[in-house]
């Protein structure tokens, strides 16, 4: 991931950095080209062109132009606000108990899936997850979570066959949740092709029954420009806490990771890089390391 935009970012500032001199011209034409390596990543129009507009700003500073090394200081602007773009203020899960997360997301985008391999992973790190499956909508979305849930060695609460009320489904799941040994619950909800009311408002219900921590939207790496709408529908109906990349593997270019951190404010949790059940990882960010000399990337 971010491996086509790390290189074209790389060669960008290999060349803004050889300048002895540094003039509006010169940044126009980096940042011209910067723009068009966040689009071809399938970063969002909007969010390329807000990035592009702060850089802009920072990189035309007095200080800056008049500074002995104007290049690597232009450099060190563009790193910094990648990094926060990425995420810089990443902060961990809330697992303060009772530590209950609500996966959410379309069709698709791999919720079950990304539920299941949360739990390995929390299980990894000494804690003892509960799945809990509120998918009414898919019945083979509760028999997947099931077996993933005998895969990773974990109890899971199920439905009953027919039942249709999520209520009723998220109450007797906090009932069941009290007779388990668990720290850590994970609510795997349905998805539906596109945002509607009546997943919004199903999804809302379930929210307010359970008050959890953390609220994670799960969204495809290949949504493109469409991350930007999902992201956005989902966080100012829900409050998002944080957000989990699915399908990274077939994925370089990395653009839907930065354009929902950016309309969201909401940290990039998790990555999913592959199908085994362990692939679920702290997300990666662009391969541009500050240079020790100069600040630089390189």
Request: charged share 20%.
């Amino acid at each position: 991931m971010f491996s086509q935009l790390s290189d074209k970012l790389q060669d960008i500032f290999k060349d803004l950095r050889g300048h002895g001199s540094i003039s509006e011209a010169n940044i126009n034409d980096a940042l011209r080209q910067v723009r068009l390596a966040l689009l071809e990543a399938d970063v969002h129009f909007q969010v390329a062109k807000d990035f592009i507009a702060r850089v802009k700003e920072k990189a035309l500073g007095q200080n800056v132009l008049r500074s002995v090394t104007p290049g690597q200081q232009i450099v060190k602007i563009f790193h910094d606000e990648l990094t926060q773009l990425l995420g810089g203020d990443n902060e961990p899960l809330n697992l303060a108990k009772p530590a209950r997360i609500i996966m959410v997301g379309l069709h698709g985008a791999g919720k079950t899936t990304s539920a299941a391999k949360l739990a390995a992973y929390l299980k990894k790190q000494g804690k003892s997850p509960l799945l809990i499956a509120c998918d009414l909508q898919r019945p083979a979305a509760i028999n997947q979570l099931a077996a993933l849930a005998g895969q990773v060695g974990v109890p899971i609460f199920k439905p009953e066959p027919g039942q249709t009320d999520l209520v009723q489904v998220g109450k007797k799941a906090l009932v069941w949740v009290e007779t388990q040994n668990g720290d850590v619950q994970i609510f795997d909800t349905a998805g539906r092709l596109e945002i509607d009311e009546t997943l919004v408002n199903e999804l809302k219900k379930l929210c307010h029954l359970v008050q959890p921590q953390e609220i994670l939207l799960v969204c495809d790496a290949a949504t493109g420009q469409q991350a930007v709408n999902v992201a956005t529908h989902f966080h100012e109906t829900l409050g998002l806490t944080g957000l989990v990349l699915t399908k990274l593997d077939g994925d370089a270019r990395g653009g839907a990771a930065l354009s929902m951190r950016e309309v969201t404010k909401r940290s990039i949790k998790f990555a999913g890089v592959g199908e085994k059940i362990t692939q679920f990882e702290l997300l990666p960010g662009p391969t541009c390391r500050p240079n020790p000399r100069d600040g630089g990337c390189g």
